[in-house]
């Protein structure tokens, strides 16, 4: 990829983009259409609302980022362990432990120094999510077990392990008795970093992961034997890389990064464990996110902007137009992941251009960076790109 | 030449600037006998026939009243604030609030609106500006073990509950002690799905409580109650629905509705409201005030348990029956 030209780099960037705005772009379209069949408001106006809820003052955007902080790191969880060919649909469940280990730290030591408080908390929340995804990892190693399976049925436990702390070890001993944690300590809260916003800490640090991410992927050596692994693990094997090894590192760290985020979304927002605090599904939109993004580094940080946009957006639009259902933004949210997995749709030219060009077949279904070739597998089909080319 | 455009400019700009202010006035002296706004927040679906949907129905009737009404659905506890915020914004005077999981959230952001009043249902607090409705799940839950200890012939009832919230737990201690109340030999199982949406959930617990002898089912889990009911319905037994419509899912297995119809409380707490007449107490919203009853009955069912249940239901009203929540 080096030595490129600005044009042929304008190019690629231009490419990347293709996708992911035509399917945003026609999922608004169908969005209009159910906005039109369920409610009185018109769609322009709908959507003028839900603009200015999630980007049209300072307060709607402020409101927006913190909800995409969540987002950006169950997002970070699917991307490497889907580049390194493992499908995690843990996140959730990843995210939820993360969020008990957390605030279990947070609750449970009073009277201590931030500097250390702080650090311990979000330790214990990148552990416990770390853990919990090394299990699924455990399985598959050990027992071969479908990580799709074990991720999925991981996520009831951990909704249920929640229920379980919430109403038992660490329930907060006040009436009304109310399912719920008591308040994370003042020492191990993450506050906001710009006075008057709610937009916290969280932000700087999801950003770091981010950056790590992409760092330990393409810039060290341990993260290059994982990609390789992810994109053929025959070949890697072969070149003396071990599947085994790559696999329980990569769910350990993706269920690390839930982990935090949902650490960080209980000590920075909701402030105490609820009962309720994971009903909504931040792992599974955050696997939207992922692939909006195409587990691009500046990918994810985009398309996690811009759910966290749309939920947030969805809400002023629901008050304001009294007849449109936020619901709509989650109807948007799911056409988005469906026409990302099916975008041989908006393939109108290239399809036959891709034949003739004496190109890298490897540039043209998705180069390392992209790794899109095998996205469509996710949506159950197992007809890859390539082999329709 | 340059001056000349200033000039127009500025005119434009104060011709469209009074039209605004005049505008604005107009609107400002309407407003005194405009409608009042209402908004109601919720946790769940206006389609799940049980709590949000009465709550809903309650709001009906409010815009009834008199009232322009807005609601959310679905909003987690996490976006309320920013729900108040826009409703307050928006001009909305009254806000309700149909889960006590919102108790927390309601009180740190009451104080910042002094004009708006919050109702907050099923929550035990209060301040100048909030007043809680504390809906009396027990007694649903009681009427609900009575007559399924009354319907049951093996002689083992379930009950299956949501969210373990105060109000899903209550109903289960009113289940249990209705349940004995009539026939203290009766065996009774009860669990708690974690979720109120969950449909699949529950209904698979219902067969798993249908394996274990159970032949007489009442859910309490707003929208996964219906899983509950498709679960009766497919074994053959009998359910007890916790909500309005939910027999439609069951049509052979549902024998009657006991009825939470929180919308009376609504339109009674907007009334209050109207007439400035809100105490600070917390005021119980049950069978006494008309908003737990049993519905009617959708399948056959012996004269002597109707009377039954109809006197329990009297005593419940009366305070003659009290359920204990220790």
Sequence with gaps: ?389 | MKTKWIKMLALMLVLILSVGVIAACDKGEKTPDAKKKVALIMEGAVSDMSWNATAFNGLKKIEAVGAQIGHTENTPVSDAAEAIRTYADDGYEVIFMSSSSYQDLAMQEAPKYPNVQFFLINSQVMAENVRSFAIQDAQQGYLMGALAALLTKTGTVGYIGGLEIAPILNGAKGFEQGAKFVNPDVKIISQNTGSMDDVSAAKELGKAFVSQGVDVLCPMANQASLGVMEAAEEEGILAIGSGLNQETVAPTAAVVAIVKDTSIAYEAAYKSYLAGDMPMEILPMGAAQGVIFVGEYYLEVSKEIKDQIDEIQKKLASGEIVVNLG
Aim: charged share 10%; net charge positive; hydrophobic share 50%.
């Design chain 1, 1 to 389: 990829m080096e030595g490129m030209t600005r044009k042929q780099r304008l190019q690629n960037l231009l490419q990347a983009l293709y996708y992911p705005l035509m399917a945003i772009i026609a999922s608004l379209l169908i969005g209009s259409i159910v906005i039109l069949l369920t409610s009185k408001t018109n769609p322009f106006v709908a959507y003028g609302y839900m603009l200015s809820g999630g980007f049209g003052t300072v307060r709607a955007f402020d409101a927006t980022l913190t909800k995409a902080i969540p987002l950006i790191f169950t997002a970070l969880s699917f991307s490497i362990a889907k580049r390194s060919g493992i499908i995690n649909l843990g996140a959730q469940g990843q995210f939820v432990i993360g969020g008990i280990c957390g605030t279990a730290v947070a609750v449970a030591i009073p009277n201590l120094p931030m500097a250390i408080h702080l650090p311990l908390t979000l330790i214990a929340g990148f552990l416990g999510g770390a853990l919990f995804g090394f299990i699924t990892g455990a399985l598959k190693v050990k027992f071969g077990a479908s990580e799709l399976i074990v991720t999925i049925m991981l996520n009831y436990i951990a909704v249920q392990l929640n229920a379980f702390f919430v109403t038992g070890p660490m329930l907060e001993d006040l009436p009304p008795y109310y399912p719920q944690s008591a308040s994370v300590a003042k020492s191990a809260t993450l506050g906001s970093f710009i006075p008057g916003l709610k937009v916290h800490t969280g932000l700087l640090i999801v950003l770091a992961c981010v950056f790590l991410y992409y760092f330990y992927l393409w810039k060290t050596t341990s993260g290059f034997r994982m990609r390789v692994v992810g994109l053929n693990p025959t070949a890697g094997e072969y070149a003396g890389m071990s599947v085994a090894r790559s696999t329980l590192l990569s769910l350990f760290l993706a269920g690390g990064l839930a982990g935090l985020g949902g650490c960080i979304e209980i000590i920075a927002v909701q402030k105490r464990l609820m009962i309720t605090s994971f009903t909504v599904p931040y792992g599974f939109t955050g696997i939207a996110v992922a692939l909006l993004g195409n587990m691009n580094p500046v990918g994810i940080i985009f398309s996690g902007i811009l759910f966290g946009g749309l939920s947030a957006g969805a809400l002023r639009m629901e008050v304001l137009t009294r007849d449109v259902n936020s619901s709509v933004a989650v109807v948007i949210q799911a056409l988005i992941i469906l026409f990302i997995a099916g975008r041989q749709m908006f393939q109108f030219k290239r399809r036959r251009k891709s034949i003739v060009r004496p190109d890298n077949p490897i540039e043209d279904s998705g180069s390392f960076e992209s790794g899109d070739n095998d996205v469509p597998e996710i949506a159950g089909s197992t007809v890859k790109v390539g082999e329709r080319e």
